[in-house]
């Protein structure tokens, strides 16, 4: 009786000692894959515009990525969009205050912002935005900052060098690259390798 007793106090011992060893293998595993996938936070491109002019109240501001007090972007004559306090947001166009230096891209519920930015407008109507890192399904772009824009069937490659496909284009020059959204279309239109353009192939 004292054999079998002890036994079981042994197994005890055991069981709960392979607990603990899977216990600080597994999860020490798993924060480090957490932590290895943490990157820009995902943001879907509904909408591309210029912006005619903007109206902002008198406390309007983003902060850490979130407005305080409102603004109005007006687009035209007919369109106004309202951004609210609290709405996750961005603006890295400089005079944003004058008249159609820059274009908004907003995810849009209805005509509720769920987030936006305000980026500087090029030459053609044109936004120049990170590298694509990933085509997803349903003619979508991942970009190297989380934006997640629709792609044009018909992709201009611009490079030294010519590549049989976005694919490849993405693979061999995506980090050096830059994507071209042209806004008229509010689809990604361009991509380009390199400032100099002594090749240009389609896909």
Same mark, same amino acid.
């Given at each position: ?101 820059? /274009?908004? %891209?907003? !995810? ?9 930015? *305000? &980026? $500087? ?11 694509? /890192?990933? %085509?997803? !399904? ?9 934006? *997640? &824009? $629709? ?53």
């Amino acid at each position: 009786m004292r054999q079998f007793f002890s036994w079981r106090v042994w197994g005890a011992f055991i069981a709960l000692a392979v607990l603990a060893v899977s216990l600080k293998v597994v999860l020490p595993a798993g924060a480090r894959s957490d932590t290895q996938n943490i990157g820009p936070p995902l943001r879907t491109v509904q909408f591309v515009s210029l912006v005619y002019s903007v109206k902002t109240s008198n406390t309007f501001a983003v902060n850490g990525g979130v407005v305080t007090g409102s603004a109005e972007f007006i687009l035209d004559g007919q369109r106004t969009m309202h951004v609210y306090q609290g709405t996750p947001g961005e603006i890295t166009c400089a005079d944003y205050t004058a008249i159609g230096r820059c /274009v908004v %891209l907003a !995810d849009l519920l209805g005509d509720a912002v769920v987030w936006f930015t *305000l &980026v $500087p407008v090029e030459t053609g109507l044109k936004v120049v935005a990170p590298p694509i /890192v990933a %085509l997803l !399904d349903g003619g979508i772009a991942q970009l190297a900052n989380g934006w *997640l &824009v $629709p792609h044009a069937n018909v992709i201009d490659r611009s490079c030294d060098a010519e590549t049989d496909s976005l694919t490849e284009f993405i693979r061999d020059y995506g980090p050096q690259s830059t994507t071209i959204i042209d806004v008229s279309t509010q689809q990604i239109t361009q991509v380009k390798c390199s400032p100099s353009v002594t090749a240009t192939t389609t896909t």
